[in-house]
């Protein structure tokens, strides 16, 4: 239940005159030790607030600590800018879980992000016992110590001879050997299985080499033996280099190392060590795919489309390795008769059962008992938000958002602090309202232990159940930056002024009811046999000229369907590309199609200085546009002048990109801006150049928004800019690093760049939760947009969560009926008013909730 709180009995974060990016003088309260959410149209300023100057500034001052003051010369380099405030009070430590897709890392997978694989790693590093590649057998070094009782353990009076297996010895030297042997006072050796006294020298029938074994002694079995097996097992170790046969009369041989060495075929195993199990160093990849578990990336004639890299991950698992990322001698290291391979590819639940039942031996039992106190807090992490179902040897770019988020939260989850502030950025992305009262648990778990969650969200659902809200706006960009309200939820419902409170007034997220769905869904896109990952050989139909949306848990297997099948499936039978795709069995009705675009969640460029001004086309314009004013023209200025990016115009000391990299070794790194240029990028000469009063750097720092009212006269720069804004992102300041987007700003840059190009062709859309960091206000201008595009005869598929989309659809295709192997079937599929009270799925009930 919400709680009212009152500032005689609550703690209180105060902010005063904040004035960062596009806060304006901003003064706030934050309770401590409760839930807030901080809500408001996207672009209003909350990332601003909550990172960029409460969670900055708490680092700043944290990081202060270790830097004396008097280090003045430190200060330029290594301390934190300070954000734009005139103060702050109550601060505490601050932890932030800020959203996004991970980067599609090819090696990294789901066991190396949470830490499990490295722990993994140490039990294999303390317990494995390394077996011979070649014979299978388990390869065991003993001690002096378990050699006696391993002999003592036969029964009494058992005799055995104990020999030294000798290093090979060439012909012409095997007279000096049994010289020596004999003067050392040894009476006896062992060859071809037979027995030969060294007195006198025996001889030998001729040959290049031979395989000499020193007899030491011979012993009954008995207890007072014990002094003496052990002095025989000593010597004999001593003469064998490690090496000791045991040949009891019975005929049966025994062979005991001190060395980790094959009794078979003598292969020495390595002793395990951390690096043998990791597959990014040398000493543990495998030398084929060098750790990546695939087949290596043919060599192109032609460079990849960004589009495509994804898709690398769909190639065939490595030939030599079978996907495992090892090489021989790490897979070789058994722990139970399991390589640390196979428990990798343990699923949370099974591995947390392996685990459990293990059985070490006496010596053993504190190594494993400390290992499972690492790791099993966090798999009941993973557990409770619902991801038992994942294996740990799963790459991590292959997770959909919504596993993505949940597995930054397990986390924390797994190792909570008290008293401090948890920072959380929109963890309703990517779930499922089903999942999100697994959420709501782990953030009333983390209030519970004494901590304030503070939590940057737009979803409905999460805003009623905090305990204090604060909303900013009214608008984005300069018209955002103002504290519209802060209270209880109860108390935002009643608003006037709020962007939020309408739909907190109505769970139908605005609207009356379900939308009429379009006539005429006749012509449909099909895909047969579907059974790539979870999927379970399944066929869907996609109408076209139609908003389609995929729904289901997270995990239930959309991203299998639409992204990894249906999208290369089509760009195949289109004849664009060749790229992998899961199996399936037929694909049928896009003859129609002329195109197919896919807007996932990945960044839009990796470049660090790409920016929405240049992934959209729009800075080229502008660099020429410059160019051809007369101070450029008098100046001989050309439009690469212009460019952040090449020598000449740009600032030279940050390289064009208006800020410093601080690498912070054992910490996180972070960036100041550039000292030089003051973050322009530019030099002065070239700021200098102006159009309509504003540089080429005050244009960069415009919103979309802004920059199309500057241009408005300029068609090649307007018209994209105009994109950007019917796409949602007038707040989107054109110079922003891309690297810096949210997965739904990344999504609809992507859209926008292609729109802008004109495509008069039929063509399909297909686009991965485009919600993402959208306000509800914003989301009913997104299906405002889609529909257009729709009207003009293209089709949208989209996979999406947000109910307020779903209820726009004129089809829905819903996964299930659970997440991971319970998921992959489809429990319903048709126009959405036909089927919202036909069937009984996760989705349905959802939206039955929602809708009056």
Known sequence: MNTTLSEASQAWIRIRGARHHNLQNLDVDIPKDAF????????????T???????????????????????????????????????????????????????????????????????????????????????????????????????LERPAGARVMLVA??????????????????????????????????????????????????????????PQATVRLAGSLE?????????????????????????????????RAEAPSMALFSFFHPKGMCPHCEGTGKEPRPKLKKPVREEEEPFWAQCPPCTACGGSRLNNLALSVLIAGYSIAAVNAMTVTELTQWLTTLRPLLHEEEIVTRIRQEILPRLNALTTLGLGYLSFDRSIASLSSGETQRLRLAQQLAAPFSGAVYIFDEPSVGLHPQDMERLMGVLRDLRRRGNTVLVVEHDVSV?????????????????????????????LAQCAGSSTAPFLRSRAAGT?????????????????????????????????????????VSGSGKSSLVVETLYPALCHALGRTTMPSLPYETLRGFETLRRVLLMDQFPARRLPKSVPATYCGVFDPLRSLFAGLPESKARGYSPERFSFSNPGGRCEFCRGDGRLRVEMLLLPDFYVTCPHCEGSRYEPETLSVRFKGLSIADVLRLTVSEAATVFRHVPSIHRKLQVMEEVGLGYLPLGQPSSTLSGGESQRLKLAKELARSAPQPTLYLLDEPTTGLHPQDVARLVTFLDRLVAKGHTVIVIEHDLQLVRAADYVVDLGPGAGPEGGHIVAEGPLDAVLHRFDTPTFRALRGSTP
Request: with cysteine; aromatic share 8%.
């Open 235 to 267: 010597l004999a170790a001593r003469y064998g280099q490690g090496a000791v046969r045991a040949v009891w009369d019975s005929g049966e041989t025994v062979t005991f190392s001190q060395l980790p060495v094959c009794d078979q075929c003598g292969y």
């Open 463 to 491: 805003v009623q159940a905090a305990d204090y809200v604060v909303e900013l706006g009214p608008g984005a960009g300069p018209e955002g930056g103002r504290l519209i309200f802060a209270g209880t939820p109860k108390e």
């Open 165 to 222: 297996p000798l290093e090979p010895v060439p012909e012409n030297k095997l007279p000096g050997l049994l010289a020596s042997l004999k003067r050392d006072g040894f009476m006896r050796i062992r060859w071809e299985n037979q027995v030969y006294s060294l007195d006198p020298l025996p001889i030998l029938p001729r040959r290049p080499w031979y395989d000499l074994e020193l007899v030491v002694d011979r012993v009954s079995v008995k």
């Open 36 to 47: 807030v959410v901080v809500t408001g149209v996207s672009g209003s300023g909350k990332s």
């Open 49 to 151: 607030l909550v990172f960029d100057v409460l969670h900055a500034e708490t680092q700043r001052r944290y990081l202060n600590t270790f830097l004396p003051s008097s280090s003045m010369a430190l200060l330029p380099t290594f301390r934190r800018e300070k954000p734009q405030v005139d103060s702050m009070e109550g601060l505490s430590p601050t932890i932030a879980v800020e959203q996004g897709r991970f980067p599609p890392q090819t090696r990294s997978t789901v066991g190396t992000f949470t830490d499990i694989y490295d722990f993994l790693r140490l039990l294999f590093t303390r317990l494995g016992v390394p077996t011979c590649p070649s014979c299978r057998r388990p390869i065991q070094s003993f001690t002096l110590r378990q050699m006696t009782e391993a002999i």
């Open 512 to 552: 009356s009811g379900l939308r009429r769905p379009r006539k005429g869904l006749t012509q449909f896109l099909e895909i047969h046999g579907a059974r790539g990952h979870n999927l379970k050989n399944i066929s869907a139909r996609f109408p076209l000229r139609a908003l389609t949306c995929v729904t289901g």
